[in-house]
Nanobody, 123 residues
């Protein structure tokens, strides 16, 4: 069971990145999929989640209107499109899978985690 996050990098403020999370080893089509991030010296925080059937999404207030989460179950991939990036978005971004989706905003709700991809936004 693996989640492989990619797409991070260095970008100037106002720029865009698209993160991808490829799933392998099992089908995650019935799992809610989320993104969290962790900046140096800070706790891991919720960014966005999408339900298994794409009918529902949720976003942290800090990214609403700038980030969009989507998924392609046929290709076992979830995406995070990040626009108008700000220096405060700098963090390691992790994708995660939740089987029961009881509390999307809590990292404890997620059963599987990817290794993280670094996003750095320069001012």
């Amino acid at each position: 069971v693996q989640l492989q996050a990619s797409g991070g990098g260095l970008v100037q403020a106002g720029g865009s990145l698209r993160l991808s999370c490829a799933r392998s080893g099992r089908t995650f089509s019935s799992y809610d999929m989320g993104w969290f991030r962790q900046a140096p010296g800070k706790e891991r925080e919720f960014v966005a989640t999408i339900s298994w059937d794409t009918s529902r999404t949720a976003y942290a207030d800090s990214v609403k209107g700038r980030f969009t989460i989507s998924r392609d179950n046929a290709n076992n991939t979830v995406y995070l499109q990040m626009n108008n990036l700000k220096p405060e978005d700098t963090a390691v971004y992790y994708c995660a899978a939740s089987k029961y989706g009881r509390n999307w905003y809590s990292a404890l709700d997620y059963d599987y985690w990817g290794q993280g991809t670094q996003v750095t936004v320069s001012s």
